[in-house]
């Protein structure tokens, strides 16, 4: 594997988003003993409470007790890695911003409404305010443009952002998209346990996770990890179904062996 890149979200309707973030900060606060203030990551850094007072299987336990609490609410999930070293699958012009793109069309494919109701809400972009402003302004565009699967009218707004640490279903995205990428990356000893979890909450279609709420690009070299990692027991292209893992691809007999 080259380096991989991965973006992902949760997705909550409108009447239970505030609900589920009240839940989410009081699971945080009374049930696990957070700090005011103090947020939640999949690997949390030096400076976050967690990564020292909330260790071993208790972190597990409170991983579990996240995604139950996303589960009871409706929501799911979606998350979207690429292999930086392959052509990218849109127009994009980095790998990163390919990746984002793709993760828009998933969005797009979402929100359906006419009017458009769907708000996406981001942490904020790696850079200060310069990159930042960068970042949304990319978005900005290719929303407008309307190429691939993009849609202009899908959202309400152009992309948001907001520092992590304010808002409790941001640091569950992260959750979500730092276990799945892991997992795809071959770290298997914690980030698979959260995966069997999360598998309840990924988007799905014609009976799959890979490609739809899972989607790793390019398929043609990663397609028989939706088996091994996700349980697919098809990879769908072009709506025809093919049994994984498929031996002419790689990983064909093992999630670690290409």
Not at 34 to 43: A, H, L, Q, V
Not at 119 to 145: H, M, N, P, W
Request: glycine share 10%.
């Amino acid at each position: 594997m080259g380096r991989l890149i991965g973006v992902g979200g949760v997705c909550v309707s409108g009447e239970n988003v505030g609900q589920l973030e009240r839940t989410l900060d009081s699971l945080c606060r009374q049930n696990y003993g957070f700090p005011p203030g103090e947020e939640f990551k999949w690997s949390p850094g030096r400076e976050l409470w967690m990564r020292e007072n909330l260790v071993g299987d208790r972190r597990f336990v409170f991983f579990r007790d996240v995604v139950q609490r996303l589960r009871e609410a409706g929501a799911n999930a979606w998350v979207v890695i690429k292999d930086s070293e392959y052509r990218s699958a849109t127009d994009a012009k980095t790998p990163e911003m390919d990746t984002v793109r793709m993760c828009l069309e998933r969005v797009c494919n979402q929100c359906r409404s006419s009017p458009p109701e769907g708000l996406v809400i981001t942490d904020r972009a790696i850079g200060g305010y310069s990159g930042e402003d960068k970042f949304l302004s990319g978005c900005l565009e290719d929303l407008q443009s309307g190429s691939g699967y993009l849609r202009p009218d899908a959202l309400a707004l152009n992309v948001l952002s907001t520092p992590s640490k304010f808002v409790r279903l941001l640091q569950a995205a992260d959750l979500v998209t730092g276990a799945t990428l892991a997992a795809v990356a071959g770290e298997f000893t914690f980030s698979l346990p959260v995966v069997n979890e999360l598998k309840s909450l990924y988007r799905t279609a014609f009976g799959r996770i890979g490609g739809y709420g899972v989607k790793i690009h390019p398929d043609y070299k990663y397609a028989n990890l939706y088996h091994w990692i996700f349980g697919d027991t098809h990879f769908v292209r072009f709506n025809v179904g093919r049994p994984l893992p498929m031996s002419h691809r790689p990983y064909a007999t093992d999630s670690n062996v290409p």
